[in-house]
């Protein structure tokens, strides 16, 4: 990096650090105050939960066999293999967006 586009940054990181402070206290006091009820219930409901496992059944950012679990831990399906993965799961798809809606 070239010194005066690093000195320029330095310059402004207390601003920086400043104004980001400033920011989180703002959302904090809205989570702790007008916003607590939602704050508390947002995301809470039962969900199934799915992710990669090694051959060890560890977490697996990559590659892996899928496991699927329900909200209270009990296994699903346990080390799907990938060539099984479109038997438990698909794609929905919706003319609106480009995303996919897996289920």
């Known amino acids: 990096m070239d010194p ?3 000195e320029a940054i330095q ?25 607590a009820v939602e704050a508390a219930t947002f995301g809470c409901f039962p969900s199934l939960f799915m992710g990669l496992v090694g051959a060890d059944g560890r977490w697996e950012h990559y590659d892996g066999d899928l496991r699927l679990i329900d909200a209270v831990g009990a296994v699903l399906a346990e080390a799907l293999p990938q060539q099984q993965i479109s038997e438990v799961l698909a794609e929905a798809v919706e003319p609106w967006t480009y995303l996919k809606f897996p289920y």
């Open 4 to 6: 005066a586009d690093r």
């Open 11 to 35: 310059a402004r990181l207390s601003e920086a650090f400043a104004t980001t402070n400033a920011a989180l206290d703002r959302f904090k006091g809205l989570l702790d105050g007008p916003l």
